[in-house]
């Protein structure tokens, strides 16, 4: 936790956006860095995050905000901790945010994708695939969109190693 602290203290972001959301964001370009820190993330939250670069700077750009926010920064900004003077103010504008009354919060759980269920999404209509798989339209084309853009990728990057060879 003091590592992630010092790393959020150096290098990362949280308080009150001008739409009064509490967040905590890190911008790194390092993989590692990125995976670990989402890693750490989902110890605390249970939630998976997606990593991917941005389109404009090619690097990661990793956000969470309301309450997952909150339980990040109370880990990380515990009483007496060394920090910089600045982001424990921060934390504890993070943490005295309240959700209001008419913010509705979303429960629902994440289904995981199997590797059954993408090669059934991929082989058979949208419509069949949301029927059989008992998934939205909008899961099945975002999984559709993420499998083709992951092997446009790939194939970029071979095509790359093949131009330096």
């Known amino acids: 936790v003091d590592y992630w ?23 790194t370009d390092s993989d590692n860095l990125a995976e670990q820190f989402v890693s750490f993330l989902k110890n605390i939250t249970g939630k998976n995050k997606t990593l991917n670069r941005n ?14 926010a ?27 945010w309240k959700r209001p009354k008419n913010m509705i919060k979303k429960t629902y ?3 995981e994708w199997g590797k059954k269920e993408e090669k059934f999404i991929l082989s058979h209509s949208i419509t069949e695939s949301m029927k059989k ?5 909008s899961s099945v084309e975002t999984r559709l969109w993420r499998l083709k853009n992951a092997k446009n990728s790939i194939q ?3 095509e790359n190693i093949q131009c330096k060879n």
Do not use: H, W
């Open 156 to 158: 970029q990057v071979e």
């Open 55 to 68: 389109k404009r700077d090619n690097i990661y750009n990793i956000l969470i905000s309301r309450e997952d």
């Open 109 to 111: 759980k994440v289904r």
């Open 133 to 137: 798989l008992e998934r939205t339209r």
């Open 70 to 96: 909150q339980k990040v920064v109370k880990k990380l900004y515990y009483k007496d901790c060394i920090c910089l003077d600045r982001k424990k103010n921060r934390a504890k504008e993070v943490m005295s």
């Open 5 to 27: 602290r010092g790393i959020i203290d150096g290098d990362g972001s949280l308080g009150i956006t001008g739409k009064n959301l509490p967040f905590l964001g890190l911008v």
